[in-house]
C-alpha cells in the first residue's frame, strides 16, 4: 500500500491559517488524495480529496505539489472547532479489485487551536 | 436520512464471549471498512469487503470474524480468541471508486471485563 507521512502534532492560534503537510512518496498515478478529520469520540469525517489539481471546498483547501509526491491541507482561518486529529490517505482509483479498495489510515496530526 | 449506523454505542461484556457489533448503511455504497482504535493511536483496519458475498483481512483480523450477506449490512463478530478486545471500533463505507468520500459511523466502544 502507498503509504503516507504527517507530522504527530500541530498547534495553531484561533484565526489563524493552518497548513498541515503530507508526504507520500510512492503515491500511484491513479491514486486519489484525500484528507479526514476525526474528533475525540467520533467517527471520522471527510474533508476533501483531489488527484492533480489544487481543489477548494467550503471546509479547506488542498494544495497538491506538481509531482504529487506531498500534498497539504489548508484551513484559512482555523476555529476551536477545528482541532481534531486530522488524516492524510490515498485511495486507489478502483480498478482491478482485491486490495485497490482498501482504505488505510495512519496516526494522522492532532491539531490544537490556541484561543 | 441517508447515513451509516452503528450500535450499540457502547457495549460491555464478560471476556471469554463471542460479541457481535452492527454496522448498516442505505447510502447504496458496494465497499464497506471496520476498523479499530485505541487511546491516542489512528484507525487500524481489520476486515473490509468490497461486494456482497465477499470481503478480505485488513491488518489486524486475528480473532475477529465478519459476513456480508446484505449490501447493507456488515457486522464484526469480535471472538473469544481476540487477546485484547476492548478498544473503540468504526466501520465506514463507500463507493468503491478512489475520487468518492468514506462515510464513517459513531463508533461502538466495546468493553471487556
Known amino acids: 500500500d502507498a503509504k503516507t507521512t504527517q507530522p504527530n502534532s500541530m498547534e495553531s492560534n484561533e484565526e489563524e491559517p493552518v497548513h498541515l503537510p503530507c508526504n507520500h512518496s510512492t503515491i500511484s498515478g491513479t491514486d486519489y488524495i484525500h484528507w479526514y478529520r476525526q474528533l475525540p469520540s467520533q467517527g471520522p469525517e471527510y474533508v476533501i480529496h483531489g488527484l492533480t489539481s489544487n481543489v477548494n471546498n467550503r471546509m479547506a483547501s488542498l494544495a497538491i505539489a506538481e509531482d504529487r509526491k506531498s500534498s497539504t491541507l489548508i484551513l484559512h482561518r482555523a476555529t476551536l472547532r477545528d482541532a481534531a486529529v486530522y488524516y492524510c490517505?490515498?485511495?486507489?482509483?478502483?480498478?482491478?479489485?482485491?486490495?485497490?479498495?482498501?482504505?488505510?489510515f495512519g496516526k494522522g496530526t492532532l491539531l490544537t487551536v490556541n484561543p | 436520512d441517508g447515513g451509516i449506523t452503528q450500535s450499540p454505542k457502547y457495549l460491555f461484556r464478560k471476556e471469554g464471549q463471542n460479541v457481535t457489533l452492527s454496522c448498516e448503511q442505505n447510502?447504496?455504497?458496494?465497499?464497506m471498512y471496520w476498523y479499530r482504535q485505541d487511546p491516542g493511536q489512528g484507525l487500524r483496519l481489520i476486515y473490509y469487503?468490497?461486494?456482497?458475498?465477499?470481503?478480505q483481512k485488513g491488518d489486524i483480523a486475528e480473532g475477529y470474524s465478519v459476513s456480508r450477506e446484505k449490501k447493507e449490512s456488515f457486522p464484526l463478530t469480535v471472538t473469544s480468541a481476540q487477546k485484547n478486545p476492548t478498544a473503540f471500533y468504526l466501520c465506514a463505507s463507500s463507493h468503491r471508486e478512489g475520487n468518492t468520500e468514506a462515510f464513517f459511523g459513531q463508533g461502538t466502544r466495546l468493553t471487556v471485563v
Open positions: 490517505i490515498l485511495r486507489a482509483l478502483g480498478s482491478g479489485g482485491g486490495s485497490n479498495y482498501k482504505l488505510t
Open positions: 447510502l447504496n455504497h458496494d465497499a
Open positions: 469487503s468490497q461486494i456482497v458475498n465477499d470481503f
